[in-house]
C-alpha cells in the first residue's frame, strides 16, 4: 500500500503559476505510473497527467503546453507544474497511484 499526501494549491490569479507537490511512502514512486486527477463539484474526476513507470508523459488535450508532470526518485515524489492557468483549471487536485492509492486532494483556485 501506498499513502500520498498532496500539497500546493491556494488562490492564484489567470495567467499565473502553481506547483503541486504529492509525497508518497510505502512505496516508490518510481515502480509504478503515477497520475494527476482533477474534480469540481457535480462532475466526474478528470484524467489532468500521467507519468509511466519509464518515465513517459501524457496529459489531457486541456492542459498541454501549460502544464508538467515529473518525478523526483530520491524525494520519492511526484510533481505537477501548472503555468497559464485559467479560471477552468479550478478544481480539487489528486494524486493517484497505479498501486491503487488516491491523496487526499488539494484546492487549486484560479481567480482574480
Known amino acids: 500500500q501506498v499513502q500520498l499526501v498532496e500539497s500546493g494549491g491556494g488562490l492564484v490569479q489567470p495567467g499565473g503559476s502553481l506547483r503541486l507537490t504529492c509525497a508518497a511512502s510505502g512505496r516508490l514512486v518510481k515502480d509504478n505510473a503515477m497520475s494527476w486527477y482533477r474534480q469540481v463539484p457535480g462532475k466526474q474526476r478528470e484524467l489532468v497527467a500521467t507519468i509511466t513507470r519509464a518515465g513517459g508523459t501524457s496529459y489531457a488535450d486541456s492542459v498541454k503546453g501549460r502544464f508538467n508532470i515529473s518525478r523526483d526518485n530520491a524525494k520519492n515524489t511526484v510533481y505537477l507544474q501548472m503555468n497559464s492557468l485559467k479560471p477552468e483549471d479550478t478544481a480539487v487536485y489528486y494524486c493517484?497511484?497505479?498501486?491503487?492509492?488516491w491523496g487526499q486532494g488539494t484546492q487549486v483556485t484560479v481567480s482574480s
Open positions: 493517484y497511484s497505479f498501486f491503487g492509492s
